[in-house]
C-alpha cells in the first residue's frame, strides 16, 4: 500500500503536470479559442494532505477492484459517452472506458485538493477538465467501440461519410451542431411578420406587423446582446418571444445588430451606446408617437440598455418607463466559470491587439462558449459527424447558435476591462460614457429581472445582484434550465419552472431570496407578460403601416443585416 501511495503521487502528479502545461501560458489572443492564462510558473504542485491521502486510498481501492475484475466482468459505465451496447458487449472497451473514468475522477480530485488562491483552483479545474474531455477514449476511432461497430455493419460506408462531414466543417470553419441546409433566416427562422423602418452603420430597427385590433399605447423595445443575432428571440412561430409580445398586444421593436465588418473595426462602446441603443429608443419613441417606451435587455444587450439608460438620466431624461433585464450582468462580481479568462495581462493582451481597432472574430468567441461544456457542444459532434458519419439532426437553437458574429476592437476591449476585470458599472461616478459619468442608482424605474437557475453564461447570482444594484420597484422571478433554454421558454409548450417570492422581498444574496421563493410549473412568460401589462398603458388602435413620417419601410423584415455571415 505504501509503494502503491507513492506511486499514485508520482504518477498522477506527473499526469497532472502535463495537463496544466498544455494549457499553460495560453489566454484567449494565443489560443484563438479564448482558452484562460495559467500561472506563468508551475512551482511544485502542493496539495491538502488529508484530500491525497484519500484520494491514495480510493484510486487504490477502487484500481484494485477494476484490475481483478479485469475483463471478465464489464463494469458498470455511467457515462452517457459510453452509453451504447457496444462499449458494454467490448470487454476491451469497456475496461478502458473504466479505467479512463477511474482516472477522470481521480484527476478532477486532485484539482480540488490543490492548496492555491481560488482563482488559481478555478484555472485548473478548468484546465484539467479540458484535458480529460479531449483524452475520453470515445474521441478516438481506435477506441470507440461504438463507431467501430457502425463501421463493420456499414461495411465502411460510415468512415466514408465522417470523412466527408470533416471536410465539409474544415471548409464553413466550425463543427456542425445541427444540419444547417436545412434552415434559412427569413424563410423558417425569424418569420415573424414585420419591416425595417430605420437603419444606420451599427443596426436595423424592425418594427412588427401587430395581430390584434388594438396595441397598448407605450411601445415595447427589445435589445438583444450584439455577440449574437437577434433571431434567438424569434426561431419558430411557437416559441417566439417577440410574436408573443406581439400577440398580447405590444407596438413590437427590435434591434438586429450589423455583423460587424473591417469598416466597423473602430467602433467603441460609446458608439454602441449613443448610435444604437439610444437612438433606437429615440426612433421607437417618435415612430410611436409615445414620450416613453417599455424596452427589455437581454444578456450583453441588457448590459448595454442598462448603461444607455444610465447616460439618458445623467442628462436628465426618462424615456423608458420601465425595462426588462433577462439574464443580464450589471454587477459583475459573480461572473462564474468566465472569470477563469479574465485577468490584468489577458486583458491588456487585447487591449495592444485589438483596442485601437480590429476585430474580435465571432468563431473565436463560439469556441470559447463551447469549450465551457466540451463534451455537450464539442467532443459530442466530433464523434457522431465524424467517427459515425452521422448528420447532426434538425435544431434551430443549434442552428442560430453556429451563426455567430464578430465584435469591434475596441468595444470588446472596453467591456472586458470595464465590466469583468474591474466591475466598473456598479461604482457611481468611476465610468464615463458618451461624456456622462455613469450612476446606475439613479435608475428609479421598475424593472423585471429574470435569471436562469443552470445558468453557466450568467450565474444565477450575477443576475440576482442587479436587485441589489437598482434602486427602483423590483420583481426577480427565477427560470429552470440555462442560459438560452431557460429564456427561450414559451407557455404553451408547458415545460420546466419559475421561482417567484410572493412576498416580493430581496435580500442580500441570491440564496436567502430562494429560502423563501415558491416553484411554480411552466414557463415564467405570463408572469413577466401580467407584469409588462402593467406598465404599457391604454390600449389604442392599432396602427396600419410601419413607420412614420421620415422613418419609412427600407425593406421587409428580418432585414439585410442578420443575413450577413461573420
Known amino acids: 500500500m505504501a509503494q502503491a501511495a507513492e506511486q499514485f503521487q508520482q504518477a498522477f502528479t506527473q499526469s497532472f503536470s502535463k495537463a496544466l502545461e498544455a494549457f499553460k501560458g495560453l489566454d484567449a489572443g494565443a489560443a484563438g479559442a479564448g482558452f484562460p492564462a495559467m500561472p506563468e510558473a508551475l512551482p511544485e504542485i502542493r496539495f491538502v494532505p488529508e484530500r491525497l491521502e484519500a484520494l491514495q486510498k480510493s484510486y487504490t481501492e477502487e484500481a484494485l477492484k477494476l484490475f481483478t475484475q479485469g475483463m471478465t466482468q464489464p463494469p458498470a459505465l455511467a457515462d452517457r459517452r459510453f452509453a451504447a451496447p457496444a462499449w458494454h458487449d467490448n470487454p476491451v472497451a469497456a475496461y478502458a472506458a473504466a479505467a479512463y473514468l477511474l482516472n477522470a475522477r481521480t484527476m478532477m480530485g486532485l484539482a480540488e485538493a ?271 459527424n465524424y467517427l459515425k458519419g452521422e448528420t447532426p439532426p434538425p435544431f434551430d437553437l443549434l442552428y442560430w447558435n453556429s451563426d455567430s458574429t464578430n465584435l469591434p476592437g475596441p468595444y470588446y476591449a472596453w467591456y472586458l476591462r470595464n465590466t469583468y476585470l474591474e466591475n466598473n458599472l456598479k461604482k457611481p461616478g468611476k465610468l464615463t460614457v458618451c461624456g456622462e459619468k455613469l450612476d446606475l442608482s439613479a435608475l428609479d424605474i421598475p424593472v423585471y429581472i429574470y435569471g436562469s437557475r443552470e445558468d453557466h453564461i450568467v450565474p444565477i447570482g450575477g443576475a440576482y445582484a442587479s436587485t441589489q444594484l437598482l434602486p427602483g420597484k423590483k420583481r426577480f422571478v427565477q427560470g429552470a434550465s440555462g442560459h438560452i433554454a431557460g429564456v427561450i421558454n414559451p407557455p404553451s409548450k408547458n415545460k420546466r419552472s419559475h421561482w417567484i417570492r410572493a412576498d416580493g422581498k430581496l435580500p442580500k444574496t441570491h440564496a436567502q431570496w430562494l429560502e423563501g421563493a415558491v416553484e411554480h410549473p411552466g414557463s415564467w412568460w405570463t408572469d413577466w407578460s401580467q407584469w409588462l401589462k402593467g406598465h404599457a398603458g391604454k390600449q389604442i388602435a392599432a396602427p396600419k403601416s410601419y413607420g412614420k413620417g421620415k422613418y419609412k419601410v427600407i425593406e421587409a423584415a428580418p432585414g439585410r443585416y442578420v443575413q450577413a455571415k461573420a
Request: aromatic share 10%; charged share 20%.
Open 114 to 384: 490543490v492548496e492555491t488562491d481560488a482563482k488559481t483552483k478555478n484555472r485548473i479545474r478548468f484546465a484539467v477538465e479540458q484535458w480529460m474531455a479531449a483524452a475520453s477514449p470515445s474521441n478516438f476511432l481506435a477506441l470507440n467501440a461504438e463507431a467501430q461497430k457502425k463501421a463493420i455493419e456499414t461495411k465502411g460506408e460510415s468512415i466514408a461519410l465522417g470523412v466527408k462531414n470533416l471536410v465539409h466543417d474544415l471548409q464553413q470553419g466550425h463543427v456542425s451542431m445541427t444540419d444547417e441546409s436545412l434552415f434559412e433566416v427569413g424563410k423558417n427562422v425569424a418569420t415573424t411578420e414585420g419591416a425595417v423602418v430605420f437603419e444606420n452603420e451599427l443596426f436595423q430597427l424592425i418594427e412588427y406587423k401587430p395581430l390584434t385590433a388594438k396595441v397598448y399605447e407605450k411601445p415595447f423595445l427589445l435589445v438583444p446582446p450584439c455577440i449574437n443575432k437577434f433571431y434567438i428571440l424569434d426561431l419558430q412561430p411557437d416559441n417566439s418571444l417577440i410574436r408573443y409580445a406581439v400577440e398580447l398586444g405590444h407596438r413590437t421593436f427590435v434591434v438586429s445588430w450589423r455583423n460587424p465588418d473591417q469598416s466597423l473595426a473602430h467602433k467603441t462602446w460609446d458608439d454602441y451606446i449613443e448610435h444604437a441603443v439610444i437612438k433606437a429608443i429615440g426612433v421607437t419613441q417618435e415612430i410611436s408617437g409615445s414620450s416613453t417606451i417599455n424596452a427589455l435587455g437581454f444578456c450583453v444587450g441588457g448590459t448595454m440598455l442598462g448603461t444607455a439608460l444610465g447616460v439618458l438620466a445623467a442628462r436628465g431624461e426618462k424615456p423608458v418607463d420601465s425595462a426588462t433585464f433577462l439574464t443580464t450582468f450589471l454587477d459583475f462580481s459573480d461572473t462564474g466559470i468566465l472569470d477563469v479568462f479574465i485577468d490584468e495581462g489577458m486583458v491588456k493582451y487585447r487591449e495592444a491587439e485589438l483596442g485601437k481597432g480590429g476585430l474580435m472574430k465571432g468563431q473565436d468567441l463560439a469556441s470559447t462558449f463551447s469549450f465551457l461544456r466540451p463534451n455537450d457542444l464539442v467532443w459530442n459532434y466530433v464523434v457522431g
